[in-house]
Nanobody, 119 residues
């Protein structure tokens, strides 16, 4: 089982930056892929960044955040991050971290952290 705990959300002005963290823990916290999603009020959950930890696949992002958001990991700290730069009001949402394990399959979610961008 894997537990995820996000931190780093908050209120920021448009053009500012935030870094979200997602700490992994558990009896077996081994994961194979990580991702970030967000959900704004009245909207469906949206993928914003993802990266496989096995193989050499590059991180991938939707066009809405490409060039502004960066996903990364620190294996020594069992933590992965979402660096968000040049934030816009439309980035306002609850952000969730997600981790997957391939064998045996597991899909894990954090509790979410609020990001609010003021204009």
């Amino acid at each position: 089982q894997v537990q995820l705990a996000e931190s780093g959300g908050g209120l920021v002005q448009a053009g500012g930056s935030l870094r979200l963290s997602c700490a992994t823990s558990g009896s077996d916290s081994r994961i194979d892929a990580m991702a970030w999603y967000r959900q704004a009020p009245g909207k469906e959950r949206e993928f914003v960044a993802g990266m496989s930890l096995s193989g050499r696949a590059n991180p991938h992002y939707p066009d809405s955040v490409k060039g502004r958001f960066t996903i990364s990991s620190d294996n020594a700290k069992n933590t992965f991050y979402l660096q968000m730069n040049d934030l816009k009001p439309e980035d306002t949402a609850v952000y969730y971290c997600n981790a997957e394990r391939y064998r045996p399959f597991g899909d894990y979610w954090g509790q979410g952290t609020q990001v609010t961008v003021s204009s």
